[in-house]
């Protein structure tokens, strides 16, 4: 099964991604993770793409394209893959579609996480972050047992600059303002499936698991 999980920041899709994991043989692949990949084996795209980020600026698309097709080419991609953060743009909807018509393939869903805007902001607005093993909690709804500090390894938990207030409604402005023309595109091809994701994770991934479920 080929499929692409999207959804706006604070929608849950990576614990999502972490379920569809933990059940399917397929390899969860995020954009952060195949850039890291391509950098630490020292592919020449891997060292272009190194350029960039270095640098603070964004990925080209010609580039992120390129590491795309390496690493779905991958062994364990063989019986399918789970795309998380990319395609972010119908021009990399598109580009997708030659990579994987290359090799006989294409994607089978497109699963969109949809959470009303004012629940996002909650959400992203109380979330927390272990400074030492990363763990994740929300004040509101998954709060730690001590105020301040990690169940897990007892580290300091600090909230990113990016969880809060105007600038978590700026994330989800460009977010939105980016990929609904990407949802328009696979909405057209009859791939699109929206999931009520203000729910709990397990009525969530309920849904997800019958939509995938459909594709073996």
């Given at each position: 099964?080929?499929v692409?999980?999207m959804?706006?920041p604070?929608?849950?899709?990576?614990?999502?991604?972490?379920l569809?994991?933990n059940?399917?043989?397929?390899?969860h692949i995020s954009?952060?993770d195949m850039?890291r990949?391509?950098?630490?084996q020292g592919?020449e795209?891997?060292?272009?793409?190194?350029?960039y980020?270095?640098?603070?600026?964004?990925?080209?698309?010609q580039?992120?394209i390129?590491?795309?097709r390496e690493?779905l080419?991958?062994p364990?991609c063989?019986k399918?893959?789970?795309l998380d953060?990319f395609p972010?743009?119908?021009v990399?909807a598109q580009?997708l579609?030659?990579?994987?018509?290359?090799s006989g393939?294409?994607i089978?869903?497109?699963i969109?996480?949809?959470v009303?805007?004012g629940?996002l902001?909650?959400r992203?607005s109380?979330?927390?972050t272990?400074?030492?093993?990363?763990?994740?909690?929300n004040v509101?709804?998954?709060?730690?047992?001590?105020r301040g500090?990690?169940?897990?390894?007892g580290?300091?938990?600090i909230?990113?600059?990016d969880?809060?207030g105007?600038?978590?409604?700026r994330?989800l402005?460009v977010?939105?303002e980016?990929t609904n023309p990407?949802?328009?595109y696979?909405?057209q091809?009859?791939?699109?499936?929206n999931?009520?994701?203000?729910?709990?994770?397990?009525?969530?991934?309920a849904?997800v698991?019958?939509i995938l479920?459909?594709?073996?």
């Amino acid at each position: 099964m080929n499929v692409v999980l999207m959804g706006p920041p604070g929608a849950g899709k990576g614990t999502q991604a972490e379920l569809i994991k933990n059940e399917y043989p397929i390899p969860h692949i995020s954009t952060g993770d195949m850039f890291r990949e391509a950098v630490s084996q020292g592919t020449e795209l891997g060292k272009e793409a190194k350029k960039y980020m270095d640098a603070g600026q964004l990925v080209p698309d010609q580039v992120t394209i390129g590491i795309v097709r390496e690493r779905l080419a991958q062994p364990d991609c063989k019986k399918g893959f789970l795309l998380d953060g990319f395609p972010r743009t119908t021009v990399q909807a598109q580009a997708l579609d030659e990579v994987l018509e290359e090799s006989g393939r294409r994607i089978e869903a497109v699963i969109n996480i949809d959470v009303p805007s004012g629940v996002l902001i909650e959400r992203m607005s109380g979330r927390v972050t272990c400074r030492e093993c990363k763990a994740v909690y929300n004040v509101h709804s998954n709060p730690p047992q001590q105020r301040g500090v990690c169940d897990h390894c007892g580290g300091e938990l600090i909230q990113r600059s990016d969880d809060q207030g105007e600038t978590v409604a700026r994330r989800l402005d460009v977010y939105l303002e980016q990929t609904n023309p990407l949802l328009d595109y696979y909405q057209q091809r009859d791939m699109l499936y929206n999931i009520d994701g203000n729910r709990a994770t397990r009525a969530v991934y309920a849904d997800v698991k019958t939509i995938l479920e459909k594709l073996q």
